[in-house]
């Protein structure tokens, strides 16, 4: 490991958050329950809206389905990331290294590309107005179940390591 | 705005696939398979000499570097926060630098100087992680 490096996840191991949680294992709980309550709104909200827009359930309109999961997932994303910081920050020499945390730090960069590509294109907006979902917003869609899937994999793995 | 659109999409799917594939690679290669539960483990315990190199007590799994006579650079998981503080064993209790004997079971993979202690040993009183597990 560079010495830079090093400086760096010293720093992130001694602000006053992470030496809260390397001396208390109750507060330590607390942290991880929010991580996983973070990622119970990402998954519950992102997979039935990807399903959705991948063309199952047709009935169930999309102007009220999409701005409303949308805002469940971006709430747990939200809730998730920052919480999963806190708990990196708690051992970050050890997950730096750790080749699941490692697999999962980029697969969680290539999702929130994905999130990017399928809000910041005018398809989906499209698509809410005509009720069709075209190709592009359905592979994306299917793009960011797995990827999340995938993110969730990884992470749970990191503690096998 | 098509025609750029085509190859990126392409290219996103490409990346996400090998990412996907690298993931699996990665899992299923399995081989260092940490601090849950003993299956990674080998069955016979050992015991291991050396000087602490590091302590750690940071959640959610306490755990020691330990430098061998050899040289080698161990990590000895210990138990969980709370069975680490049943042993009796906390952040007073040694110093970097302290000799320090854990029995315990080490990695099956023979390569990997890591090992989980069913009990360390330093300054002549023992600190059972594990204490129904503790065979001589």
């Not at chain 1, 945390?101 to 910041?120: D, E, S, T, Y």
Request: aromatic share 8%; glycine share 10%.
């Amino acid at each position: 490991m560079s010495e830079v490096l090093t400086a760096v996840l010293d720093a992130i191991a001694s602000w006053p958050g992470a030496r809260w949680l390397q001396g208390s294992d109750t507060a330590y709980v607390f942290v991880n329950t929010a991580h996983i309550l973070g990622l119970g709104l990402l998954l519950g909200a992102i997979v039935p809206l990807d399903l959705r827009l991948a063309g199952l359930w047709r009935q169930v309109p999309l102007p009220v389905l999409v701005p409303f999961l949308t805002r469940a997932a971006a709430l747990g994303l939200a809730l998730a990331v920052a919480m999963g910081l806190w708990l990196f920050s708690v051992r970050p020499h050890d997950y730096v290294i750790n080749p699941a945390f490692q697999c999962k730090a980029g697969l969680l960069l290539l999702a929130l590309g994905n999130i990017v590509w399928q809000h910041g294109s005018p398809a989906l907006a499209r698509s809410l107005h005509t009720g069709t979902v075209c190709t592009g917003v359905r592979l994306r869609a299917i793009a960011s179940m797995l990827l999340w899937l995938a993110v969730l994999l990884a992470g749970r793995w990191i503690g096998f390591l | 705005m098509k025609d750029f659109a085509l190859p990126t999409r392409r290219a996103l799917c490409m990346q996400g696939a090998r990412a996907l594939l690298g993931t699996a690679l990665v899992l299923t290669a399995g081989h260092a398979m940490g601090h849950h539960g003993w299956s990674w483990a080998d069955s016979e315990q050992t015991t291991l000499e050396g000087r602490i190199a590091h302590i750690s007590m940071a959640p959610p799994h306490p755990s020691l570097v330990v430098t061998a006579a050899d040289g080698g650079r161990w990590k000895v998981d210990l138990g969980n926060p709370a069975q680490t503080e049943r042993s009796g064993f906390n952040a007073a209790t040694a110093q970097v630098g302290d000799a320090v004997t854990v029995r315990g079971n080490r990695n099956k993979d023979p390569q990997q100087l890591h090992m989980k202690a069913v009990r360390i040993s330093v300054g002549g009183k023992h600190y059972d992680m594990y204490p129904e597990r503790i065979r001589d």
